[in-house]
């Protein structure tokens, strides 16, 4: 449940509140998000990919990194008041699985690129057509999108993706650095930097 998620996050936050790191500040308020259900195999790769980030990484007290699963109607009510959103989620595609996409806003929108498990289950870019008209969507949201190999149930990702975790996040810390957001590695106290890229 989100609820449940949100409170695990919570603890990883107090976790980087107690370093010294987690005084700075980015140059913007972000958001990154891992998007999927855990249970159906590579749908998986999303939440993977937000864990992957938060067990290597040190962000900013005002960046969020969590494992949203899979939100549903809740998902607007999560992108308010963020500068820059970044989604991790599985994606529809031809290319071999474990590629790896990105898609800009515009894309998102035009294209809705978002696997949906469920025709209940609002797709990114319906919440943010939602939030368009209430008048308070970010501009600037990015899409890392992974190639899935099989979305049937299971807890295990796939070879092809469980290897892409990894690359998909430093896509994720690229379009980061990009804006200038500071990211500390865990074990070499390496930051990645706008300037670096």
């Known amino acids: 449940m989100p ?13 980087r509140s107690r370093t ?29 990919v937000a ?24 998902l607007p009510s999560y992108l308010t008041g963020f500068d820059v959103l970044i989604f991790i989620d599985a994606v529809a595609g031809d290319d071999a699985p474990g590629s790896i996409r990105t898609f800009t806003r515009d894309e998102i ?24 008209f209430a008048g308070g969507a970010p501009r ?6 992974v190639i899935p190999k099989s979305l049937e149930g299971g807890l295990a990702l796939s070879a ?12 994720v810390l690229t379009e980061l650095a990009v804006r200038g957001v500071h990211v500390e590695s865990r074990d070499s106290g390496c930051g990645w930097r706008a300037a670096a890229i």
């Open 3 to 15: 609820s449940e998620r949100r409170a695990a996050s919570g603890e990883r936050a107090d976790e």
């Open 20 to 48: 010294p790191f987690a005084a700075c500040r980015s140059p913007l308020r972000a958001a990154v998000y891992g998007i999927g259900n855990i249970l159906l195999g590579d749908d998986g790769v999303g939440p993977a």
């Open 51 to 74: 864990h992957f980030l938060e067990d290597n990484y040190f962000f900013p007290a005002d960046v969020v990194v969590e494992d949203l699963g899979t939100p549903s109607l809740t």
């Open 109 to 132: 929108i035009s294209v809705a690129p978002g696997i949906r498990i469920s025709p209940h289950e609002p797709s990114i870019n319906d919440a943010l057509i939602v939030l368009d």
């Open 140 to 145: 600037d949201v990015v899409l890392v999108g």
């Open 160 to 171: 092809e993706v469980d290897e892409a975790v990894a690359e998909a996040a430093e896509v």
